[in-house]
């Protein structure tokens, strides 16, 4: 068992706990419910989360209460909000588990989300992948409705909150939230320009907020233990509470780890990860899922926190910590997840439509020995002409393997350059060689 104390995991950690209404019940589910419900002003609990500094687990880590009040207030007609269950970062699978091991806490924190906003409809977007997840957010759907926890007079106070579920089709573009209310309106899922944004002219055009399943879940807690309570965890002021990371490639005891934000590379992969799952040494680190640029292991003590993540050059993102051991090539791994990059693009923009697939071409180019020098230069060139060129964030993410790799590891890239012009010379002197 861990020094602290899980939040988001412990009911998992309970033996015999099953996710049910009356297990989540027994553990004191819906109790921050019952507390806010017309005990407490929404106005007052947006504070409460303020106060708490949690963040946007989903990737963008906005501060959550911040995102709430830019709703309008004297607005009288509906507000939406949607819980983004589209988990589809390369490398992520945290949510997945909130999903379908706890889905209860998620649905008390949408209530809550709910009542703040002044919103009576939700929906879950979830990705259609996840058929077990879908199957077990519906039948605790209809749990908490039985039992009076949503729908129409919530336990006798004359609020009415429904909530939905409905399944994507798939798409990595339909994470990012201006896409994903395209996709839940029935439209292709292409992000939208902005401004306007989603808390003004989001679902149907009405104010909306997108929050992530692991934001969403934190809510119970933070009412029931108080804002001061979680602010205490982590690094505060800007990085408090806990964070599921989710760890995979080569260590020991890959999986979902719930741990105080904070905490360094080298905590999490060796302490907690059981460390490289070979007698090699770690060589990279992918600290915040696909789109987060790479980390070496000159960064084995980068705390794992926003702020310091940021500084080091990448992205805290979704959470999922990819571990590469010596020997990994570091052009075949940009290489794969450029691949998926170039086939989850939407199409909307031109730089990324048609960069992602000459950053691909060219990078095969180069993995299959037919590179040249001057491919080095295409491929920062390419890149620079995305960045910050598209509607959404897709542009940055798909090139950030390309231009990590190229500063850490540029000799890679050239050695397989050399070996190409070194066939290719060899070829040229074969010939007349046998004469």
Not at 324 to 352: D, I, N, Q
């Amino acid at each position: 068992m861990p020094s602290y104390e899980p939040i988001l995991t412990k009911n998992m950690l309970t033996p015999g706990y099953t996710g049910s209404l009356v297990d989540y019940e027994r553990a004191g589910g819906y109790q921050a419910l019952r507390k806010v419900l017309g005990k407490i002003a929404p106005d007052d609990v947006t504070a409460m989360v303020i106060k708490s500094g949690l963040r946007g687990r989903g990737g963008a880590g906005f501060p959550t209460g911040v995102k709430w009040g830019f709703l309008p207030k004297d607005y009288t007609g509906p507000r939406y909000l949607c819980c983004n269950a589209d988990e589809s970062e390369p490398g992520t699978f945290k949510d997945r588990q909130l999903i379908e091991r706890d889905p209860h806490q998620m649905l008390e924190g949408m209530a809550i989300t709910c009542y703040a906003i002044g919103a009576e409809t939700a929906y879950i977007y979830i990705r259609g992948e996840f058929v077990l997840g879908a199957k077990i957010l519906e039948k605790a759907l209809a749990e908490a409705r039985a039992a009076g926890y949503i729908g129409r007079n919530i336990l006798g106070t004359g609020i009415n909150i429904e909530m939905w579920l409905h399944r994507g089709a798939g798409a990595y573009i339909c994470g990012e939230e201006t896409a994903l209310l395209e996709s839940l309106e029935g439209k292709r899922g292409l992000p939208r320009v902005k401004p306007p944004f989603p808390a003004t002219h989001g679902l149907y055009n009405k104010p909306t907020v997108v929050n992530n399943v692991e934001t969403l879940a934190n809510l119970p807690y933070i009412v029931n233990r108080g804002p001061e309570w979680f602010a205490s965890i982590g690094s505060p002021p800007k990085s408090t509470g806990t964070r599921i990371f989710c760890v995979s490639g080569h260590v020991k005891r890959p999986g979902n780890y719930e741990v105080p934000m904070g905490i360094t590379c080298r905590e999490l992969i060796f302490e907690h990860a059981g460390g490289m799952r070979s007698d090699k040494p770690l060589k990279a680190i992918i600290p915040g899922g696909a789109s987060a640029a790479f980390f070496t292991d000159q960064h084995l003590d980068v705390k794992l926190d926003f702020e310091s993540v940021a500084q080091a050059g990448s992205m805290l993102g979704s959470g999922g910590v990819t571990i590469m051991e010596e020997g990994t090539s570091m052009v075949w791994a940009a290489l794969r997840l450029m691949e998926f990059f170039y086939h989850e693009s939407c199409g909307k923009c031109t730089p990324c439509r048609e960069g992602t697939s000459w950053l691909v071409q060219t990078m095969r180019r180069i993995w299959t020995r037919r590179g040249r020098l001057e491919d080095l230069e295409t491929l920062t060139d390419l890149c620079q002409n995305i960045a910050g060129r598209t509607v959404c964030a897709f542009g940055d993410a798909a090139i950030a393997p390309i231009t990590s790799t190229l500063k850490h590891w540029r000799h890679e890239y050239e050695e397989l350059i050399r070996t190409a012009e070194a066939a290719g010379s060899a070829e040229l002197v074969m010939p007349a060689t046998r004469h």
